[in-house]
């Protein structure tokens, strides 16, 4: 009996151990959980021998995960756009991130920290135009391109429970003039368009088709998801509108209850690693927040620099954080309507 004791608290503590090397990872999907596979996975599960689960989603579904999972997260660690990730710190489901921890924090660029650490930026990217060029031979200038009569049926927005869906009702609402406080006009401004949108999507990779299948033009998408899709490709172009794209903050942080932080900050440090920033940023046509990395010119061609990084709408995520459920409300009792 003693014996048969001592066998089955090995087996137990064993199935502990093995349970301790597997982390679960919030990713977002297509291209962007390829790249992470290849960029900060592979490394990681070498260095450490853990083995990494992914479980694929938007932003707005991880942090509704996390939230329904209130301290007993299923996700290890997750990556999310800063608004949802703002929402998630604000409601106290993330652990704050330890510096010490991490090596490769000194090399981050300030502007990629939440202010009380309780997730880091992991890569810079943007909401702007994104045209087929063997259909749109004059490239877009303006949002207002996207009205143009010649293309009714092939436009594709997202809807705004996504990250490129309230961006660009953001973007909208201030070219027509109105505030954070007031978005009557932006609201007014997109609902024909929405009427007449080709998908009102909800996940990014669904756009690929759409172009694939020669169903629509033009798309309100990011344009490191078109980089990588003109690489596979696909005649793709980014173009950076006159009145400012939006840029987007994706970041990565570590929902709270999970039982191995450390673990999950050796993920992260991964994810922060020079090297690793630089492959994901050149195979994704991303932004690094590693001060130590150089793109090459043709990520720096789709990447936002120079002007139109100057006029980029970055928007304050806690500000948003609040505005984002009564914007979604009005979404769906006035546009979807």
Known sequence: MLAAATALAGIVASSHSASAQELVLGS???????????CYIEPFEAATGATVITKLGSSSQHAAAVRATAGQ????????????????????LLVTLNRAQLSNAPEIIDGAWAADDAYVAAMLGAT??????????TPPTSWNDLFDPKYEGRVTIGDVSGTSGWQFLAALNQMEGGTL???????EKVKPLAK???????????????????????????PDR????????????????????????????????????????KFIDTVLDAENQKCFSER???????????????????VPVGEALEKMLFLDPNDMATRLPEWTRRWQREVLR
Do not use: C
């Open 226 to 265: 078109a980089g990588v899709a003109a690489g596979n490709g696909l005649p793709l172009a980014a173009a950076y509108p006159k009145e400012g794209a939006v840029g987007i903050r994706p970041t990565v942080s570590i929902p709270k209850g999970i039982g191995q932080e450390e673990l999950a900050h």
């Open 28 to 38: 977002f999907g297509g291209s962007f959980a390829d790249n992470v596979t290849a």
């Open 128 to 137: 702007t135009i994104i045209y087929n060029k063997e259909t749109v031979t």
């Open 181 to 187: 406080d007031d978005i009557t006009p932006g609201i």
């Open 73 to 92: 997260s299923d996700m290890d660690v997750v990556f999310a756009d800063d608004a949802f990730a703002v929402q998630m710190a604000n409601e106290g």
């Open 284 to 302: 994704q046509f991303i932004g690094s927040v590693n001060k130590n990395v150089t793109l090459s010119d043709e990520v720096s061609a789709i």
């Open 196 to 222: 007449s949108s080709a998908l009102l999507y909800s996940q990014a990779d669904q756009v690929v088709a759409l172009f694939e299948r020669g169903e629509i033009d033009i798309a309100v998408w990011y």
